[in-house]
């Protein structure tokens, strides 16, 4: 849309809207203050630098009563990016491509399934602490 007359921007988002495009390739400044309904998918070519901007693009689909994937495409310099935002409580699938196959990286992922575990078992004692001692008071 870099380049577009507003009018002819006010088109080209009329017919995103209509559905007449099976893929809309955004920028993040362009894909601000997009809401088009139905998105189901949104692909990150990379993780981004600020967090809240992949909070943004993730948040493009899934709207409502719709359900929505997001895949992120990461290399190994970015995995700190990627902790980063599992803190911010996205849970990832990680896969690896391999001879042109996604294989899961089932260590990556069972790591993550025992942290929600701790994260559920630490809110748990937490909410019985709390409570005993809102029951001494």
Same mark, same amino acid.
């Given at each position: ?31 601000? &203050?997009?809401?088009? %309904?139905?998105?189901? #998918? ?9 967090? +809240?901007?992949? /909070? ?43 001879? &042109?196959?996604?294989? %899961?990286?089932?260590? #990556? ?9 701790? +994260?559920?078992? /630490? ?15």
């Amino acid at each position: 849309m870099v380049g577009l007359t507003p009018r002819e921007r006010k088109q080209q988002m009329k017919r995103i809207r209509n559905l007449e495009f099976q893929y809309v390739i955004a920028s993040d400044l362009a894909s601000r &203050g997009i809401d088009i %309904e139905g998105v189901s #998918h949104v692909i990150n070519f990379d993780v981004p630098n600020d967090i +809240d901007f992949f /909070t943004h693009r993730v948040g493009r689909t899934g709207r409502g009563n719709y359900k929505g994937v997001a895949i992120t495409l990461y290399s190994p310099d970015e995995e700190h990016n990627i902790s980063l935002i599992e803190d911010r409580g996205f849970v990832f699938n990680t896969v690896d491509i391999k001879d &042109g196959e996604l294989k %899961e990286v089932k260590a #990556h992922n069972q790591r993550q399934a025992r942290m929600r575990k701790d +994260d559920h078992l /630490t809110n748990q004692v937490k909410n019985k602490v709390r409570s005993k001692i809102k029951n001494q008071s």
